[in-house]
């Protein structure tokens, strides 16, 4: 098996990159894994010594089969750098596995996010693969297919990116067309076509509401886990796109995750009531009520 190349966006969070890198060198595949880190060019003055650390840090980087370094001359954005870094390297190889600077990986990730790359490359129903759980629901299976994309610690093929349409207007058109909107929507608990208006108003750059919804729209799944082999580890308040949230946090499984071919392939059902009901449990109004009284009362005045 021919092994992925795993992509990093990384910008102005050393402290975060440093702790990403270090959890991809706890996997055994490290050493064989070709290492492919775009570093995003500062939008502020302010922001300049942050980027030119990261960018120093990862110049020194060792224990990996290759790193190579793409150092944008101007300030792409997250969903500009992605979206470009990913087409470009799927031209090259085909697949990729993609990761952002404030994720942390168990020691099992690329050993799973690779079987599973190779296990379903010919399989055109599912386009997608996402190696975080943040339900912790124990009834999930190990792995199990869904009609959902998940952006932290991810990945996909040629074949399947050729979807992807980053025209949030005929995404959202498509959807109300077809009547998707609350299917999109996991039964109206959450906002994911509220996130795609605001996409298309510039009110967000969601790179990852136009990819999921593009999967969603042509009936193309993707493979979850249900434990988790990704952590988010940005929510600090130290990105752009992150205040502070609890309601994602589950404990990486420190071991390896086997890949097994689903049969039928067709969603899981079971698996979607589980989001439905994580949504409707941690998203209702008055979810978010006691979760900002309690961060308030911490000292936490983040939205």
């Not at 990862?58 to 790193?67: A, E, M, N």
């Not at 944008?72 to 992605?82: D, K, M, V």
């Not at 099992?108 to 129903?125: T, V, W």
């Not at 949230?245 to 589980?274: C, G, M, Q």
Request: aromatic letters at 12%.
């Amino acid at each position: 098996m021919t092994l992925s190349p795993v992509l990093i966006f990384v910008y102005n969070r050393p402290r975060h990159t440093r702790e990403l890198i270090a959890s991809l060198r706890t996997n055994k595949l490290a050493e064989e894994s070709d290492l492919i880190i775009y570093s995003d060019h500062p939008r502020t003055t302010a922001q300049q010594e942050a980027v030119k650390e990261v960018r120093e840090y990862i110049h020194t980087l060792t224990g990996f089969k290759s790193v190579t370094i793409i150092e944008r001359e101007r300030n792409y954005g997250l969903a500009a750098s992605i979206m470009d870094g990913v087409t470009t390297q799927l031209s090259r190889y085909g697949r990729v596995i993609v990761l952002e600077d404030d994720l942390i990986v168990a020691p099992g990730f690329l050993r799973f996010m690779n079987d599973a790359l190779e296990m379903y490359k010919d399989i055109p129903e599912v386009g997608h693969i996402q190696a975080c759980d943040f339900t912790g629901n124990p009834a999930l299976p190990d792995t199990f297919l869904i009609k959902w994309t998940g952006s932290w610690g991810w990945a996909t093929w040629k074949r399947a990116w050729k979807f992807f349409n980053a025209d949030g207007k005929e995404l959202l058109k498509r959807l109300e067309e077809n009547k998707l909107t609350y299917t999109f929507d996991f039964g109206g608990s959450y906002h994911y076509t509220r996130m795609l208006r605001e996409q298309i108003a510039g009110k967000n750059n969601s790179w990852a509401i136009r990819w999921n919804a593009s999967l969603f729209i042509n009936n193309i799944l993707s493979l979850n886990v249900g434990k988790t082999l990704v952590q988010n580890n940005g929510f600090d308040n130290s990105g752009t796109h992150c205040g502070t949230v609890d309601t994602y946090h589950t404990p990486l499984w420190e071991e390896e995750l086997p890949v097994a071919l689903i049969s039928p392939i067709a969603e899981n059902r079971e698996a979607r009531k589980i989001f439905r009901d994580y949504y409707k449990k941690n998203y209702s109004f008055r979810a978010k009520v006691i979760r900002r009284i309690k961060r308030t009362l911490k000292g936490d005045f983040s939205k």
